[in-house]
């Protein structure tokens, strides 16, 4: 059972958006900075947004995240079938002093 | 380039031990949080633990408290993961990263620890 709840698996077709949902608590996203990872089979998870709503360079303009008191989103849009992964969201808690992830989402580009 | 590459991983017995080794390269390594984050096979992420810059201040998920030690050599640029005691739930691939606010911003490929009698 994960601190932070994620849909266990989210599908669209490609070109259009989807969005996932992170929810949590006051102590853990309703405080922190979140962050989000792209995660293909067999190799290691990818920053896709840190800091709640920022990019790292090289990672397109259709990723985005927010935040809305203990709930955080991912929005995905133009959707490609190689966008087809698990996400996770992650953030502080500070009641744990640790860190806290989603279950991970499982994207399907159909 | 930041670089991150673990190493250490085996094969366990139940209440063994295991030492991990991250070696970082490609940033000024005693500026930075360093965070180990793990994942069982087919299961998702779970957070195991951070270290200072200094070493001075350091956190631990539950699971892992009193079993785990994470330290570093800031003159070798490397992070450790010492674990003891360990279980068959600890079984995974261990992951270092240079961390942000708690979360890896740089991934290393992956340490694999199996737990198994």
């Known amino acids: 059972q994960s601190v932070l709840t994620q849909p266990p698996s989210v599908s669209a077709a490609p070109g259009q958006k989807v969005t996932i949902s992170c929810s949590g608590s006051s102590s853990n996203i309703g405080r922190s900075y979140i962050f989000w990872y792209q995660q293909f089979p067999g190799t290691a998870p990818k920053l896709l947004i840190y800091?709640?709503?920022k990019r790292p360079s090289g990672i397109p303009d259709r990723f985005s995240g927010s935040k809305s008191g203990t709930s955080a989103t991912l929005g995905i849009t133009g959707l490609q079938t190689g966008d087809e992964a698990d996400y996770y969201c992650?953030?502080?808690?500070?009641?744990?002093?640790?860190?806290?992830f989603g279950g991970g989402t499982k994207l399907t580009v159909l | 380039e930041v670089q991150l590459v673990e190493s250490g991983g085996g094969l366990v017995q139940p209440g063994g031990s295991l030492r991990l080794s991250c070696a970082a390269s490609?940033?000024?390594?005693?500026?930075?949080?360093m965070v180990w984050v793990r994942q069982a096979p087919g299961k998702g992420l779970v957070w195991v633990s951070r270290?200072?810059?200094?070493?001075?201040?350091?956190h631990y998920a539950d699971s892992v408290k009193g079993r785990f030690t994470i330290s570093r050599d800031n003159a070798k640029n490397t992070v450790y993961l010492q674990m003891n005691s360990l279980r068959v739930e600890d079984t995974g691939v261990y992951y270092c990263g240079r961390e942000r606010w708690g979360f890896p911003e740089h991934w290393g490929q992956g340490a694999l620890a199996t737990v198994s009698s």
């Open positions: 270290i200072k810059e200094d070493g001075s201040e350091i």
């Open positions: 800091d709640t709503d």
């Open positions: 992650g953030a502080w808690d500070t009641s744990l002093s640790a860190g806290v």
């Open positions: 490609g940033f000024t390594f005693s500026d930075y949080w």
